[in-house]
Every structure is written in C-alpha cells, then in structure tokens.
C-alpha cells in the first residue's frame, strides 16, 4: 500500500510539472466557447478563432484546464503526503507496541507490527518435500538449506541478502475442483514492510512435457485460490536453452517484497 501512495505522489509531481510548462507556453488570453446551429464556436475575447486558429484553441483550452487542476492539486499532495507519513510512522502499530508487557498478554491486535509477523512466521515448523535417494546433488543456500538445483539457491540468497523471510518448500494445503491437496511452493516469502505472505515459485525445466504438466497443476491450482501472477504470486522460469534471469528476479523482488 505504501508504495502505491509513494508511487502516486511521484506521478502527480510529474504532472504538476507538465501543468507548469503548459501555463508557461500557452498564449495569452481566455477561450470563450458556444455554439450555434450545432457547431462550437470559440473566441478568445472577442476574436473569433477560426478553424486556422485550431492550435491556438488547444492550447488555451489545455491552459484554463491544467489551472483548475493546479488549484486542488496541492491540496491532494498534502493529503498524499500526510498519508505516507501515518504508514511510516505506523501510528496504528505504535498503538500495540506501546503496551505493557501484561497487557499485550490479554491483547489481540488489529494492526499488528511488523516485527510481531517475522517473528511468528519464523517459528514455524514444519516437514518439507523429501529428497529422492537417487538424488545425488547437494546446494546448499547462505541458511544452510538444501535446495533442488543451482537456481534455487540463487533464488534463496537473494532473499536473504535482501533480509527478505522465506520458507522453503513449505507445506500449503489449497483446494483444486473442491478437492484438498498439499502444495509445496519452492519459497513462501513475507512483504518486509506489509507482512503479506507471497509464493515464489521457479519452474525450473519447462522445455520438460512431464515437469511442464505439474507446474501447470500448480498455477491452475493457485489460481483457483485467488493467489494470482502479482498478486500472491511471484513466478520465475527457466529452460535447458534459456537460464534464470537474475536482474528479472531481482526487480521482482523490488517491487513485490521489499
């Protein structure tokens, strides 16, 4: 949510520049508009602007409508800026964090900090997917995890690099056609600044028709409960020919986990 309203606050001082340069450069003078026989006609003062002057015409109309937003715009800014403050204050987080210890004991809290989640979210225990026996190769990531391949420690370190919380290959119990069924996602990450749980998968071999089908199965089954691409879903791929995009998967990370 922040970083929407960071986002949005960017955006309106771009225009508001654009606003600024197109007050500076328009002609002088106001446009009168009315129409007759149903056709619109358009003066500046008193001067008639004929179809010749159609630049003209643009230009003032454009004027006129960029002073009517220039007048509100700072008021929405304020409103955008005091906004973004509240989220960075976490004034409604500070509510629960300045409690006694006795009495978060008894308190349930609406908006809990973000250290609170990390914290919950590391403690949880739980039995990943089982190598094979035949399964020879050992990577090991920064934590000391074994992982499935090369990528995937790739994958891991920059999460951790990034301070990002992640479980590997944790169990998701999810419904496929009213069915139960257990996923194992590679990465269930944290937002570090909201707490949003977020699934990172890599398809790893997709040029493969076997491995193709189970990931398959895993999108549709993602889909069907309502963990989307960018939205819960973070999905990095690969083939034989075509490796895993690291500046991809960083700029993933950038905008969807930090």
Same mark, same amino acid.
């Given at each position: &949510?922040?970083?929407?309203?960071?986002?949005?606050?960017?955006?309106?001082?771009?225009?508001?520049?654009?606003?600024?340069?197109?007050?500076?450069?328009?002609?002088?003078?106001?446009?009168?508009?009315?129409?007759?026989?149903?056709?619109?006609?358009?003066?500046?003062?008193?001067?008639?602007?004929?179809?010749?002057?159609?630049?003209?015409?643009?230009?003032?109309?454009?004027?006129?409508?960029?002073?009517? =937003?220039?007048?509100?715009?700072?008021?929405?800014?304020?409103?955008?800026?005091?906004?973004?403050?509240?989220?960075?204050?976490?004034?409604?987080?500070?509510? +629960?964090?300045?409690?006694?210890?006795?009495?978060?004991?008894?308190?349930?809290?609406?908006?809990?900090?973000?250290? *609170?989640?990390?914290?919950?979210?590391?403690?949880?225990?739980?039995?990943?997917?089982?190598?094979? *026996?035949?399964?020879?190769?050992?990577?090991?990531?920064?934590?000391?995890?074994?992982?499935?391949?090369?990528?995937?420690? =790739?994958?891991?370190?920059?999460?951790?690099?990034?301070?990002?919380?992640?479980?590997?290959? &944790?169990?998701? *119990?999810? +419904?496929?056609?009213?069915?139960?069924?257990?996923?194992?996602?590679?990465?269930?990450?944290?937002?570090?600044?909201?707490?949003?749980?977020?699934?990172?998968?890599?398809?790893?071999?997709?040029?493969?028709?076997?491995?193709?089908?189970?990931?398959?199965?895993?999108?549709?089954?993602? *889909?069907?409960?309502? =963990?989307?691409?960018?939205?819960?879903?973070? =999905?990095?791929?690969?083939?034989?020919?075509?490796?895993?995009?690291?500046?991809?998967?960083?700029?993933?990370?950038?905008?969807?986990?930090?």
């Amino acid at each position: &949510m922040l970083r929407k309203i960071e986002e949005e606050l960017i955006r309106i001082n771009q225009v508001e520049k654009e606003i600024e340069t197109t007050i500076k450069n328009a002609p002088k003078g106001s446009l009168r508009c009315s129409t007759s026989r149903g056709y619109f006609q358009y003066y500046r003062g008193r001067e008639y602007l004929n179809k010749d002057k159609k630049q003209v015409i643009k230009q003032l109309a454009q004027k006129e409508y960029c002073l009517s =937003i220039k007048s509100k715009i700072a008021k929405v800014k304020q409103t955008i800026e005091l906004l973004i403050k509240v989220y960075k204050d976490e004034e409604l987080e500070q509510v +629960y964090r300045k409690l006694s210890p006795v009495r978060k004991a008894v308190t349930s809290p609406l908006f809990k900090p973000i250290e *609170e989640i990390i914290e919950e979210f590391e403690a949880i225990q739980y039995n990943g997917k089982e190598f094979a *026996e035949q399964d020879i190769t050992e990577y090991y990531t920064s934590k000391g995890e074994r992982v499935r391949s090369k990528s995937e420690k =790739i994958i891991a370190d920059e999460l951790y690099r990034c301070g990002i919380p992640y479980k590997y290959e &944790m169990p998701t *119990e999810l +419904y496929n056609w009213n069915k139960k069924v257990t996923i194992y996602p590679d990465f269930t990450v944290l937002n570090r600044r909201t707490g949003r749980r977020w699934i990172v998968e890599h398809f790893g071999m997709m040029d493969n028709p076997t491995y193709y089908e189970n990931a398959m199965f895993k999108l549709d089954t993602y *889909e069907k409960n309502g =963990i989307l691409l960018g939205d819960g879903l973070i =999905i990095l791929h690969e083939t034989s020919n075509i490796s895993l995009n690291t500046n991809v998967m960083k700029k993933y990370i950038e905008q969807y986990l930090l």
